[in-house]
């Protein structure tokens, strides 16, 4: 799979929801936010820094979710001579994060880890994160390439575009993935004046004021 070069094209945009799986939610993710008021931002209101605060101190995905997302999102966006990992770029909590944020990914993101591990059980007898590297590659071959993909792997499919979606948006809206574009955003200018071939297009090329 060529990840970084393909992945650059994917933006920021609405993801696809993909198909949901039939796992319900744990009730015991979430812990209680904390009362404390978040610092003032510069340019956000503070209802949204406040929000934001809330979010962060809830948990969604167990540690061992954590830990498949990691070894996916590193898959999908591998460490090179460029720039770092997915996890480097704190990928994973970005997506830790985005679940809360956008709750409809939750149902998703957390029946397709489910199937993921399950799929490995089946095959190889472990799951996915314990699976050597040739099978984690055989797995995901399967499943990465929606047109290549059998029937009975849609949801797999669904699961793992969503799942590359969510890595390339964290990766690439980072401060390690905009370096690894070359954005450099707005930056300030220096003015040096009228340039001097201006000013002797239109005669003033000796005005002083």
């Excluded at 029946?111 to 591990?117: E, I, R």
């Excluded at 089946?122 to 499943?143: A, H």
């Excluded at 797999?156 to 980072?174: H, K």
Aim: net charge neutral; hydrophobic share 35%; charged share 25%.
């Amino acid at each position: 799979m060529n990840r970084r070069e393909s992945l650059k094209a994917i933006g920021l945009g609405t993801l696809s929801t993909g198909l949901l799986f039939g796992c319900k939610p744990s009730d015991k993710q979430a812990t209680e936010p904390t009362d404390a008021k978040a610092a003032p931002e510069p340019g956000r209101q503070p209802f949204e820094v406040e929000r934001d605060a809330k979010l962060k101190a809830e948990k969604f995905f167990d540690d061992h979710e954590m830990a498949t997302i990691t070894v996916l999102a590193d898959i999908i966006i591998p460490k090179d001579a460029h720039s770092g990992s997915a996890s480097d770029a704190k990928v994973p909590e970005f997506i830790e994060f985005i679940v809360k944020d956008i709750p409809s990914h939750k149902l998703p993101m957390r029946g397709g880890l489910k199937w993921l591990d399950m799929q490995c059980l089946n095959r190889y007898g472990n799951t996915f994160i314990k699976c050597s590297s040739s099978q984690k590659t055989e797995m995901l071959d399967q499943i990465a390439y929606p047109y290549k993909a059998k029937p009975e792997m849609a949801q797999g499919v669904a699961f793992f575009n969503r799942m590359r979606d969510l890595t390339a948006s964290g990766f690439w809206s980072s401060e390690m993935g905009t370096k690894d574009i070359g954005y450099a955003g707005n930056t300030p200018n220096k003015w040096v004046g009228v340039p001097a071939d201006v000013l002797k297009q239109y005669g003033m090329e000796n005005v002083t004021i």
